[in-house]
């Protein structure tokens, strides 16, 4: 045999010289759900090591995620149910503490890189990522809404943005709306391929953010196609996207390939709630080593083509390294 294989795998020495993908912090995104109050820290039991965060303790997670050089967070608020009506309001409203926490965080930590949410589901009294009506989801009438909710978080401070509702046009509506408003620095990562997917269970349950009726399939993509992800990437790109994502991740390594091979911009990847929530399960149940399975899983995202990995496991890694 002229060729052996092997020979390159024969010392870590070596391995470390033929490793094809790495993975560093720097690649990381952690999710933080947000509630208001003071001293809150509750799990979420459908994620557990997952938590809500009053703005007080969510100083101190920031702080303790900085000091392992894990410096870029997406902000999720778990909104009071009272606070919700249709036309989800308090998404731009000037006392909404999801607003008030960016501005605090961005004033303390600078230094962070923070990542917003856009979509109506956690203002929304009916669920549903854009405005219903007789029970349909209405587009156009949804973007001027996701457009001032963008607005009032580019204001806020966040440094990216982050269309998650799969509106048609709306990364245009959003791009326009900042630009006009001064906001020409504040980049958008664009929620691109998103699928309507049995694995956003334990973000409903962190944000009890389920729609009241009916399901998300005649917005989010459907699981069976690929190539249609390639037409709302060309669209995110010309209206003005930063970053292009795919979500979930494991499911759609494919799709995260195919975004890779065929667009410029830097792509994420969503490593959403239910696939952590699954490895978590099985470790708990000794079926799984997660000192092992973590860094893996995440390599393999890598490794399929993601630059940026969005995960509840990123200060796990980050804490491991
Ligand atoms: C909602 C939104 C969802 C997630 C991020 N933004 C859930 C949904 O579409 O119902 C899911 C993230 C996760 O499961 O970790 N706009």
Redesign the pocket.
Known sequence: MLQRPRRNRRSEAIRGMAQETHLEVSHLVQ?LFLLDGRGIRKEVASLPGTFRFSPDEAKKEVESCLKLGLRNFIL?PAVEESLKDPHATYSYHPDNFYLRVARELKAEFPESCLIS?V?M??YSSDGH?GLVKDGQILNDETLPILARMAVAQAEAGFDLIGP??MMDGRVGAIRRALDENGFTQTGIMA?TA?YASA??????DALD??PKSGD?KTY?MNPANAREALIEAALDTEEGADFLMV??ALNYLDVISLLKQHFELPIAA?H???ECAMMIAAAQNGWLDLEKAVPETLLSIRRAGADVIIT?FAKRYAERR
């Open positions: 999710p999720f949410d979509a589901d956690p990522d998650s509702d929620y998103k694995y956003y269970g334990p973000f409903r953010s389920a998300k989010q979500k979930p969503y959403v709630s239910g509840y």
